[in-house]
Each structure stands twice: as structure tokens, then as C-alpha cells.
């Protein structure tokens, strides 16, 4: 039975490409019941005389990146623009908790259209102060383009960000293969979204690493998070963990809290307590609100 990784799932398909070919396949009938199949996943696959194939086992998975659902992916390159859109301090955060949330072991900051100036040392500032590696790049231009294939090189990395930020203009310059781009609203000033579904791109280096290319989104459903689990998303709070007066601590309004007295100091940047804060309200109030209905 050969084994295969799903490139993309579309309409039910998923087209699986094993060491031979790309197999398009669907799913057996009791697997569906069972659980999702995503881009990134390892599978068995039966293959049908017409040449298409049927996803007969779901092998076990290192990793589930949670929105956009990508399996297996052991890096991540948060794309941001310097402006164009503008970057925003708790967008910048609701990214990085979402990769952190999901496991992923390997969490990279990119700041995309730096030859337009804007707010990208700001966004530097804030993301290195968290310990996240920062590269600074401009597809238009070409700068950065060298040190950020450098670090995509044997990995399977998913680039996820909000709309507009470039991402698919980064992925042309890596790739060699021509994607859809758009453009940002004059209206609103946002991203339009040009990625339709999640799908791995081979790396054009042959280093056998995949890129994979999600669809773009400004908003994040985090409320699902363990609010107790939430301070341990954030890096630059974890040596404080443990040290507070009451156990549990919230961080939020009690007293002789290590957390909020590091901000006070300014071991932990206030922007990124700020958006801790109004991640928890966000979790807090969702959990009312099931609890109520």
C-alpha cells in the first residue's frame, strides 16, 4: 500500500504524492467518521484501477497547526508587512500565540515590504523582545529574499499572516513558481484574500522541504485556549511562571504578581501584556458564554 503526503484537499479530494506520482484520491467511507485528513498528513492509500486512490489510513502526526489546519509542519514564518497593511501590536501577538498554541517548534517573524518603510522596526522590537528570530525582507526588491530560503531549507514551513502582508509574492520569490497575488484595499486598507486553500509547495532548492501556502485571515478564534495554559504561550513569561504570590495567578489583577511586576520593569514588553490581557478577556467571556447557554 503505498504512503503518500497530502499536498492539498479541495471538494473532497486530496491529491497525494507518493515517491512515484500525484494520486488523486478521496476518502474511505468509515474513515471520514473518524477524524479530518489535512494538508501535511502522512497517508496509506489504495490505489483504483482508473489511477485515482483512496485514503485508507491516516498516519500519526508530529504536529496540527490549528487554523489553518496544516499537519506536520515543524516550522512557521509569521509574515507581516511594515505597512500596507500596517501591523498592529496584538494582531502581531494573536499570530504568535496561535503558533504556539499549535506545537510548533520552530516560530520565525518575517517582515514583508521593508522597502516601504513603515512600522517594521516596531514590529522587530516587539517580536525579538519575545525571543523570536526576526527577518527582515522585501519581495519587491529582492533583499532578505537569500537569508529567508536559508532558513525554509529542509524544513516543511507554513507561512500564515493576515491578508495583504505578501505572502504569496514571498512564496513566488522562493519557489520559482508564479502564485496569485492581490492587492490592499484603498478602502479599508486590508489585504484581499488570494490563497483559496491550503496547499505544500516543493521547495525549489531540492533540499526536499516543503512551503506550504495558506489562505490569509485578520481574525483568530483563540477563545478555546485553557486560560491557565495561556500565560505559557507567551515566552517571555515563562521564567516568572511559578514565582507569583497566589497559585493559581491569573496575572491580571492580583497583588505581588511576577508577571505584571516584570512589566513593570520592562523584562516583558507592555504591548505584549496588553494583548495577554485581552486574549484572556476574550477566553474568559467565551467560556461565560457557554456556560450560560
Same mark, same amino acid.
Given at each position: 500500500?503505498? %504512503?503518500?503526503?497530502?499536498?492539498?484537499?479541495?471538494?473532497?479530494?486530496? &491529491?497525494?504524492?507518493?515517491?512515484?506520482?500525484?494520486?488523486?484520491?478521496?476518502?474511505?467511507?468509515?474513515?471520514?467518521?473518524?477524524?479530518?485528513?489535512?494538508?501535511?498528513?502522512?497517508?496509506?492509500?489504495?490505489?483504483?484501477?482508473?489511477?485515482?486512490?483512496?485514503?485508507?489510513?491516516?498516519?500519526?502526526?508530529?504536529?496540527?497547526?490549528?487554523?489553518?489546519?496544516?499537519?506536520?509542519?515543524?516550522?512557521?514564518?509569521?509574515?507581516?508587512?511594515?505597512?500596507?497593511?500596517?501591523?498592529?501590536?496584538?494582531?502581531?501577538?494573536?499570530?504568535?500565540?496561535?503558533?504556539?498554541?499549535?506545537? %510548533?517548534?520552530?516560530?520565525?517573524? @518575517?517582515?514583508?515590504?521593508?522597502?516601504?518603510?513603515?512600522?517594521?522596526?516596531?514590529? @522587530?522590537?516587539?517580536?525579538?523582545?519575545?525571543?523570536?528570530?526576526?527577518?527582515?525582507?522585501?519581495?519587491?526588491?529582492?533583499? *532578505?529574499?537569500?537569508?529567508?530560503?536559508?532558513?525554509?531549507? =529542509?524544513?516543511?514551513?507554513?507561512?500564515? *499572516?493576515?491578508? =495583504?502582508? *505578501?505572502?504569496?509574492?514571498?512564496?513566488?520569490?522562493?519557489?520559482?513558481?508564479?502564485?496569485?497575488? *492581490?492587492?490592499?484595499?484603498?478602502?479599508?486598507?486590508? =489585504?484581499?484574500?488570494?490563497?483559496?486553500?491550503?496547499?505544500?509547495?516543493?521547495?525549489?532548492?531540492?533540499?526536499?522541504?516543503?512551503?506550504?501556502?495558506?489562505?490569509?485571515?485578520?481574525?483568530?478564534?483563540?477563545?478555546?485556549?485553557?486560560?491557565?495554559?495561556?500565560?505559557?504561550?507567551?515566552? !517571555?513569561?515563562?521564567?516568572?511562571?511559578?514565582?507569583?504570590?497566589?497559585?493559581?495567578?491569573?496575572?491580571?489583577?492580583?497583588?505581588? @504578581?511576577?508577571?505584571?511586576?516584570?512589566?513593570?520593569?520592562?523584562? %516583558?514588553?507592555? !504591548?505584549? &501584556?496588553? #494583548? &495577554?490581557?485581552? %486574549?484572556?478577556? !476574550?477566553?474568559?467571556?467565551?467560556? #461565560?458564554?457557554?456556560?450560560?447557554?
Amino acid at each position: 500500500m503505498p %504512503i503518500g503526503r497530502v499536498i492539498k484537499a479541495y471538494n473532497s479530494f486530496f &491529491y497525494v504524492q507518493t515517491n512515484e506520482n500525484l494520486i488523486t484520491c478521496k476518502l474511505r467511507g468509515k474513515f471520514k467518521k473518524k477524524q479530518g485528513v489535512y494538508p501535511g498528513d502522512r497517508v496509506n492509500i489504495g490505489l483504483l484501477p482508473d489511477g485515482t486512490g483512496v485514503v485508507e489510513e491516516l498516519l500519526p502526526r508530529a504536529s496540527l497547526l490549528k487554523r489553518p489546519l496544516v499537519a506536520n509542519v515543524d516550522q512557521v514564518v509569521l509574515t507581516f508587512a511594515a505597512a500596507e497593511p500596517d501591523p498592529h501590536p496584538l494582531l502581531v501577538s494573536r499570530f504568535l500565540v496561535l503558533a504556539e498554541w499549535s506545537g %510548533i517548534a520552530n516560530v520565525i517573524v @518575517c517582515i514583508n515590504k521593508c522597502d516601504l518603510g513603515g512600522k517594521a522596526a516596531d514590529v @522587530c522590537a516587539l517580536c525579538e523582545s519575545a525571543g523570536y528570530r526576526v527577518l527582515l525582507v522585501s519581495a519587491q526588491t529582492g533583499a *532578505g529574499v537569500e537569508a529567508l530560503k536559508a532558513v525554509l531549507a =529542509g524544513h516543511t514551513t507554513c507561512f500564515a *499572516g493576515p491578508s =495583504g502582508v *505578501g505572502k504569496s509574492s514571498l512564496l513566488s520569490a522562493v519557489t520559482g513558481r508564479a502564485l496569485q497575488t *492581490g492587492h490592499v484595499s484603498e478602502k479599508i486598507r486590508r =489585504g484581499r484574500h488570494t490563497t483559496r486553500v491550503a496547499e505544500l509547495l516543493p521547495f525549489a532548492d531540492g533540499s526536499d522541504g516543503y512551503i506550504v501556502d495558506t489562505p490569509g485571515f485578520s481574525a483568530m478564534e483563540l477563545d478555546t485556549i485553557d486560560e491557565q495554559a495561556l500565560p505559557t504561550l507567551f515566552p !517571555e513569561m515563562q521564567p516568572y511562571l511559578g514565582c507569583c504570590r497566589f497559585a493559581p495567578c491569573s496575572h491580571s489583577h492580583e497583588p505581588d @504578581c511576577a508577571v505584571k511586576e516584570a512589566v513593570a520593569k520592562g523584562f %516583558i514588553r507592555q !504591548e505584549r &501584556y496588553d #494583548a &495577554y490581557l485581552a %486574549i484572556l478577556e !476574550e477566553i474568559r467571556a467565551a467560556a #461565560a458564554k457557554r456556560k450560560k447557554y
